[in-house]
């Protein structure tokens, strides 16, 4: 059966400058993420993770559209978009932001990357960030220019991944600290690399310049790494959870903001500078939050797969809040999640009542992360 047979969403879903070479190497399934194509089943998810966080994956994430902002005020206007203070953010360095909009809602929860005095790249989560910004640029008074470049990224994620980027690069990369990013050239592959992924394990992000070589680049790192056990894979949802990382749409949108996910450290209300939804969050800041986002550990069986649904939480017969991220985890054998609570019912060690898709549970309210809660596997 062709791949044209066996993924149908139609030619207004784009396919990254990898798809061939997922299909190739055993893609099943596919899934659309900022009207891309994204792999998600690789097999068994279970054996995905346990290759993650044992060897290493390598990730097509090409769906993390670049939304490029240059031109004499792009560092105004990058700063415009997004609460954290971006003033101390060097050239060579990446910082995970937030994109508010003027209610103090988040937009997006992306990487952004600083290449140049003058050059920024925002690295998206699943959302029409370049819409938006074009949108606020028009009437920002600004001279800056957005456009979305010819990058695709791919993910390097798992404890081996450095010694795979050194047989692939030679001893240059082993000094790249965390959050950085630097630009190689590999046998004529323009990338820009750095040292981020969304598995909280050691692992790089390779931003390709050319989808034209998309092919070679995979061919290319798969060979460099299998000796190694490299294997193909997708983004890990038992590890993202784990980790107590957030999905848009799935653990916040729109209607969420940066206090009630705890966030407090990716905003500055009392910097010297503007942006979009200051005013909001001031308020939002001295009012307080009617929820929070908690973890939670929930009894029974392990479940297979994640949750498709919110699921409702309970207290008394009455609905306080909702499972946003469920998974079982093989390695803490437990069912962790992630879920948006009533204030009054985010202490620690709070029971629910929670109806999933196959029947009531009882779920409790625990720290997160749920596992290496000072990320040291990803900084190391």
Known sequence: MSTEQEFGFGTQIRKSAYFDATVRWG??????????????????????????????ILCDVAVERQVEITGPDAAKFV????????????????????????????LNDPILLRLAENHFWISLA??????????????????????EPD???????????????????????TDLKYYWHREYDLDGIPLIVSRTGWASELGYELYLQDGSKGDLLWEKIMAAGQPLGLQP??????????AGMLSYHADMDI????????????????????????????????????????????????????????????????????????????????????????????ELGTNFVVVTSKGSATATVVEKPFFDPKKKLAAS
Not at 126 to 147: E, H, M, P, R, Y
């Open 27 to 56: 893609a099943k399934d596919f899934s659309v993420y900022n009207h891309m194509y994204i792999p998600r089943d690789f097999g068994n998810p279970v054996e995905n993770f346990w290759n993650l966080v044992n060897h290493a």
């Open 79 to 106: 700063q415009l978009l997004s609460p954290r203070d971006l003033t101390k953010c060097a050239v060579g360095q990446c910082k995970y932001v937030l994109l508010t909009n003027a209610e103090g809602g988040i």
């Open 126 to 147: 699943d959302s029409d960030v370049l819409f938006w910004a074009q949108g606020v640029a028009v009437n920002s008074g600004l001279d800056v220019k957005i456009t």
């Open 151 to 173: 990058v695709s990224p791919l993910q390097l994620q798992g404890p081996r991944s450095g010694e795979i980027m050194q047989a692939l690069f030679g001893d240059s990369i």
């Open 233 to 242: 894979g997708h983004t890990s949802s038992i590890r993202r959870i784990e």
């Open 255 to 346: 209607n969420t903001n940066p206090y009630e996910l705890g966030l407090d450290r990716l905003i500055d209300l009392d910097g010297d500078f503007d942006f979009i939804g200051k005013t909001a969050l001031q308020q939002i800041r001295q009012q307080g939050v009617s929820r929070k986002h908690v973890g939670l550990i929930i009894d029974g069986p392990a479940m297979l797969g994640s949750n498709n649904h919110y699921w409702a939480l309970e207290k008394d017969g009455v609905k306080v809040g909702q499972v946003t991220s469920a998974i079982f985890s093989p390695r803490l054998e437990k069912n962790i999640a992630l879920g948006m609570v009533e204030t009054g019912f985010a």
